[in-house]
């Protein structure tokens, strides 16, 4: 086999080139490990960031939790409640309660007043679908007197039913 000068040189082009090749090859392999790396970094940066503002935000929160417990036992004096400061229903609830004392202060009571309703001072709230009031009845003076009357009389034995019951009311019409 004769080999020629054009020869040798397209053979040593064509080496020269896919030596090029694969080390153009190469070195984008490690140009993207590179890369691969630099965002392995960033996203550990992002973590350790976020680490660190939550270490932050706890120690913070701690050091509120310590002061404030400092400023309690300070201040306040004030102690979690423990397990006999707790009753276990309505009987012992009860069973706390006293009768007054001859020398005991009257209870406050608060006052009531009756309101004379004006009719056109509110418009009723009427529904845009249906079109009637939405409110519910509201019974006569005389029948809300009666039932307040019953109630007092009632006593602690009708207080149950008293709350459970609820008063209608008129819904004002124009």
């Known amino acids: 086999m004769n080999l020629t000068r054009d020869r ?10 896919t030596t090029c090749a694969a080390l153009t090859l190469a ?8 890369k691969s790396q630099v965002r392995l970094a960033e996203r550990q940066i992002v973590a350790l960031r ?3 503002l939550f270490l932050e935000t706890e120690f913070e929160t701690r050091a509120n939790q310590q002061s404030l417990k400092t400023l309690n036992d300070v201040e306040f004096g004030y102690e979690a409640p423990t397990a006999g400061q707790y009753i276990e ?6 069973a706390l309660g006293k009768a007054r004392a001859p020398g005991a ?3 406050i009571r608060v006052a009531t007043a009756t309101v004379e309703e004006d009719v056109g001072a509110f418009p009723a709230m009427v529904s845009p679908l249906t079109g009637k009031a939405m409110a519910a009845e509201v019974p006569a003076d005389g029948a809300r007197k009666a039932a307040s009357a019953a109630g007092l009389k009632a006593g602690a034995a ?3 039913e008293r709350l459970a019951r609820i008063e209608l ?5 124009e």
């Open 50 to 52: 976020q680490e660190k």
């Open 89 to 94: 229903g309505e009987r012992q609830l009860a």
């Open 8 to 17: 040798v040189r397209s053979i040593g082009w064509a080496f020269i080139l």
């Open 105 to 107: 202060p009257t209870p």
């Open 27 to 34: 070195l984008t392999f490690r140009v993207n490990a590179v």
């Open 169 to 173: 009311r008129e819904a004002s019409r």
């Open 158 to 160: 009708g207080l149950k």
